[in-house]
């Protein structure tokens, strides 16, 4: 990575999770052609994320730490 993208990625660690979260929405929205956006399908999108992160805040369901699922996926599991 370039100085200044490592210097951008090192701020960004120090957001929030939603912080993160919302820049990561941000990002990937920037890369998307506004001709090709399926509103409906972005719609369902953003309730579905919504959904889960509601089962997160609640205690519905249990989240992995990255750690462990890397750990998973290298090991082939």
């Known amino acids: 990575m370039a100085t200044e993208l490592t210097q951008i990625f090192r701020d960004a ?16 929205e920037s890369l998307e052609a506004t001709d ?3 509103l409906d399908a ?4 953003a309730a579905e994320a919504e ?16 750690e462990e699922v890397r750990a998973k996926l290298f090991r082939g599991e």
């Open 51 to 66: 959904r889960r992160w509601h089962e997160i805040e609640s205690g519905a369901v249990k989240t992995i730490p990255w």
């Open 42 to 45: 972005e719609a369902a999108w």
């Open 13 to 28: 660690l120090e957001l929030s999770d939603n912080e993160r979260a919302t820049l990561v929405g941000l990002l990937i």
């Open 36 to 38: 090709d956006v399926d």
